[in-house]
């Protein structure tokens, strides 16, 4: 019987140390794994030397540094810009910068013109909780499955990894569609505190049941895709559509009373009266996805 030898920790390269760039660079350093940086702000960069990163003097030189490399840039117009004159050619591209759907697909060409194979990420994490195992932390993956499956375990050392498919692009769409469902859970809690601010309920004694409540209700979505899947929307409907146009002018009023914008509901609501009108009463919320997206209909 032999003893497998653990493989070394291997050798990359990572263009960008803001403040994830360097959060990225710190998990991988702890993991052993030498790291050569570039930023476009050197002094950002030479802070990473102390502790062990070595500092390129371009990005084409980082690039040559190592097979794997990582970017983390402002936006897909600064991934150009660094990578102009980098030569790509046995690259394994990573590009972890925030970008769309489109800007992934493009990229990925653009990579693979130049001989690169390319993955696109989707950061869903903040700094902070980058390199902590506990924080829940992890990235959306897309585009090259090969290059995915040889740098799994390097790419899981600062977060979790989650390949969502060969499309470039996918990446970046599961990352905005849940920071854009994120939002519209911000602008709920926004529109909560504003109604009992005026009065004496402290805001410490409201949050643990805004929490609870809106956790409780994110279930719903589980039915909403089994519903969009089955493509029908009244299949063990509750409170149908219509109830609940009926009702949301309960919710318009107490706004006016304690004199709260209701800016923030009025869009969803004229959504939900629309679809009503369009004869769709019995079903619930889930048919005003096709409201917003008309594509959704044919998928």
């Not at 585009?143 to 979790?160: C, I, K, Q």
């Amino acid at each position: 019987m032999t003893d497998k030898t653990p493989a070394a920790p291997i050798p990359l390269t990572v263009l960008g140390t803001g403040a994830m760039g360097t959060a990225l660079v710190r998990a991988w350093l702890a993991a052993g794994h030498p790291v050569t940086v570039w930023n476009r702000t050197a002094a950002r960069a030479e802070a990473l030397a102390a502790e062990g990163a070595t500092v390129a003097a371009s990005a084409a030189e980082a690039v040559a540094a190592n097979r794997l490399v990582i970017v983390c840039l402002l936006d897909d117009a600064s991934v150009g810009a660094a990578l102009d004159g980098a030569g790509l050619t046995g690259r394994d591209l990573v590009n972890l910068t925030t970008g769309t759907p489109a800007e992934g697909r493009a990229r990925a060409a653009w990579a693979q013109d130049r001989g690169a194979r390319f993955l696109d990420g989707g950061i869903m994490a903040v700094p902070p909780a980058i390199g902590s195992p506990d924080s829940g932390g992890y990235v959306f993956y897309s585009g090259s499955a090969e290059l995915f499956a040889d740098h799994r375990d390097t790419l899981a050392v600062p977060a979790g990894t989650r390949y969502v498919g060969t499309d470039p692009g996918f990446a970046a769409l599961h990352d905005v569609a849940l920071l854009s469902a994120m939002y519209g859970m911000f602008a709920g809690m926004a529109h909560a505190f504003a109604l009992i601010g005026p009065e004496d309920i402290a805001p410490k004694d409201f949050a643990p049941l805004l929490v609870s409540w809106l956790g409780a209700m994110s279930g719903s979505a589980h039915k909403a895709a089994d519903r969009l899947t089955s493509g029908d929307y009244t299949k063990d409907v509750v409170s149908n559509l219509a109830m609940q146009v009926a009702g949301s002018a309960t919710l318009l009023r107490t706004a006016e009373e304690q004199g709260v914008s209701a800016e923030l509901l009025t869009p969803y609501l004229a959504l939900m009266e629309r679809r009503v009108a369009e004869g769709h009463g019995e079903e619930d919320t889930t048919g005003l996805v096709h409201l917003l997206s008309p594509r959704s209909a044919d998928s």
